[in-house]
């Protein structure tokens, strides 16, 4: 379909929308986002920015319109992002223990002589380090070699370890893959591997993940100046169920109150902003810290997501806790609650914005309006418009996605009041009206009527 095809189907549509163009007022509305169309483009998509979540006042996003450069509103379809699947847990599977490699395979490679024993099928049987004069070196393990085995048809992405003690411990790791342990691939850079307590907690990470592999025989390697790895009872292969999902956008909430006891920390509303996972992020230096997120529900505050927050460094490295999974859809505001006092911790949101897809009937170039407490718009149907385009462009066919600009200020906090009731007040009008026609008539009969002798 070419490109004025499309445009007609597009005014067609939008023709049978509405007969008459509706002009949006700026007064009406907090925030105005300029938008960056494509060239000749009749069917686009934009992303919400998340200031314009901030501004609205329905959960369904009514208060949204998009105008062109008269004023005149566009029809608008909204596509909200589906709510997350459950995560699933990573399918886990035995591996055999891994073999040590001698400091000194790496340091010295001319004066030493490493031995490798395999089967007939290539399983690693025995590995041993030798140097020149056929004396074996006993020297601390610098690299482990694992050997995969047939898990390594089906790829995995991870590992896991089971450490032999409970002693703390800290270090990065380097990862690599090879079929013939003669050929080396790096497959990832420098891994934190931890344990630490403090005051009855503690706080590990013992999963190595890395893009999926094939590779037979795998090398891990602490990096340079960092401690050797921990001894391990067991090893487990990981390989995930689902496909990696798509990456969020992120919206970081500073305190904007503190409770005196510095156990509560209070953020600003951030509206129906569409949040799949949170991270609460500490305040300064390394630390542990226990917290539990609400959000606000009518005259009272429910727990959406809890867990650790935690920050160590480890080799000029600064490592977080990873994000909690957290689905609301509601608007209230948000707070922390903490069980110790400590400095106020920052929010980080994750989110799948929404996105409009706007019919461009008129004149560009256009903006997108958000926050009013007087104005609505009710999304249009597009289904069978994006259906036709499909059968004509592709199956995969997409509205291209335009770019939105800085927030520019309306009407600000003004579009936010509620509107005057007109009906009410002239209710009110006409009744004091009646009531002082019925007083004037009483006091007209009072004076009239006739004395008694």
Not at 157 to 186: A, C, M, N, Y
Not at 319 to 345: K, Y
Request: aromatic share 4%.
């Amino acid at each position: 379909m070419t490109r004025p095809a499309i445009r007609s189907l597009v005014f067609a549509m939008a023709a049978a929308v509405s007969a008459a163009p509706v002009l949006a007022s700026d007064a009406d509305f907090v925030l105005a986002f300029p938008i960056e169309a494509p060239a000749d483009a009749p069917v686009f998509a934009i992303e919400l920015p998340p200031e314009a979540y901030a501004t609205l006042t329905t959960s369904e996003l009514a208060d949204l319109v998009v105008v062109d450069a008269q004023g005149r509103e566009q029809p608008i379809s909204l596509h909200r992002p589906p709510p997350p699947a459950p995560p699933q847990a990573p399918e886990a599977f035995a591996l055999p223990l891994p073999i040590a490699v001698p400091g000194e395979a790496a340091s010295m490679p001319g004066a030493l002589e490493l031995h490798v024993r395999r089967d007939a099928e290539g399983t690693l049987s025995a590995l041993d380090l030798r140097s020149a004069d056929g004396v074996a070196s006993g020297s601390a393990p610098a690299e482990w070699l694992i050997d995969v085995g047939a898990a390594a048809r089906q790829g995995l992405d991870g590992l896991r370890l089971k450490p032999q003690s409970d002693t703390d411990f800290r270090t990065l790791v380097d990862i690599r893959g090879s079929d013939d342990l003669v050929h080396w691939e790096d497959l990832q850079s420098a891994l934190p591997v931890l344990r630490a307590s403090s005051d009855g907690r503690r706080i590990e990470r013992l999963d190595l993940r890395f893009e999926r592999t094939t590779r037979r025989y795998l090398a891990l390697r602490p990096v340079a100046g960092e401690s050797a790895l921990p001894a391990v009872v067991a090893l487990e292969g990981l390989r995930r169920r689902e496909a990696e999902p798509a990456p969020l956008a992120s919206r970081v909430l500073e305190a904007v109150a503190v409770s005196e006891d510095g156990l509560s920390v209070d953020f600003a509303p951030i509206g129906p902003l569409p949040v799949q996972q949170a991270e609460v992020r500490l305040g300064n230096g390394d630390g542990i810290l226990e917290y539990r997120i609400e959000e606000q529900v009518g005259e009272r505050w429910q727990t959406v997501a809890s867990g650790t927050a935690w920050r160590l460094s480890i080799g000029g490295e600064t490592l977080e806790a990873a994000p909690t999974p957290l689905w609301r859809s509601g608007m209230g505001p948000m707070r922390i609650q903490l069980a110790q006092p400590a400095p106020p911790p920052s929010l980080v949101l994750g989110y799948a914005p929404d996105r409009v897809i706007v019919m461009a009937n008129g004149t560009p170039p256009f903006r997108l309006l958000a926050g009013s407490a007087r104005r609505r718009q009710a999304p249009v149907g597009m289904d069978d418009t994006l259906a036709a385009i499909r059968r004509r462009q592709g199956a995969d066919w997409q509205p291209p996605l335009a770019g939105v600009g800085a927030a520019q200020t309306l009407a600000g906090a003004a579009a936010l009041a509620p509107p005057t009731d007109v009906g009410r007040w002239g209710l009110w009008g006409v009744l004091g009206l009646g009531a002082l026609i019925v007083g004037g008539l009483a006091v007209r009969l009072l004076r009239s009527a006739p004395t008694a002798d």
